[in-house]
């Protein structure tokens, strides 16, 4: 079993920044693919970032490309997500989340099925 835990979430104005932690517990997740995801009030879970079990492989979602980047330190157990020049429409409860893949082809995935673990979320607020 993992357990997820986010932190780093808060009120920003716009163009600021904001760094999300997402620390891991239980099983180990160095062999997981990371994802990010976040929900807007009245709207579906959306892909944000993912990043490979060895940090090296990384892809974004296109309305956050070039302003966040993901990162992890297995050693820590602890993936990050550094979000600059953010928007109010970036306003949303964003989630960490783990996937398995290692009997997959891919080494990660934008896909919100792919991923069996959740953390509970942390509140963004980016205000205009």
């Known amino acids: 079993q993992v357990q997820l835990v986010e932190s780093g979430g808060g009120l920003v104005q716009a163009g600021g920044s904001l760094k999300l932690s997402c620390a891991a517990s239980g099983r180990i997740v160095s062999n997981c693919a990371m994802g990010w995801f976040r929900q807007a009030p009245g709207k579906e879970r959306e892909f944000v970032a993912t990043?490979?079990?060895?940090?090296?492989?990384?892809y974004y979602a296109d309305s956050v490309k070039d302003r966040f980047t993901i990162s992890r330190d297995n050693a820590k157990n602890t993936v990050y997500l550094q979000m600059n020049s953010l928007k109010p429409e970036d306003t949303a409860v964003y989630y960490c989340?783990?996937?398995?893949?290692?009997?997959?082809?891919?080494?990660?995935?934008?896909?919100?099925?792919?991923?069996?673990?959740w953390g509970q979320g942390t509140q963004v607020t980016v205000s205009s």
């Open positions: 990043i490979d079990w060895s940090g090296q492989v990384t």
């Open positions: 989340a783990a996937a398995d893949l290692r009997s997959s082809i891919v080494v990660i995935s934008a896909t919100l099925d792919e991923y069996e673990y």
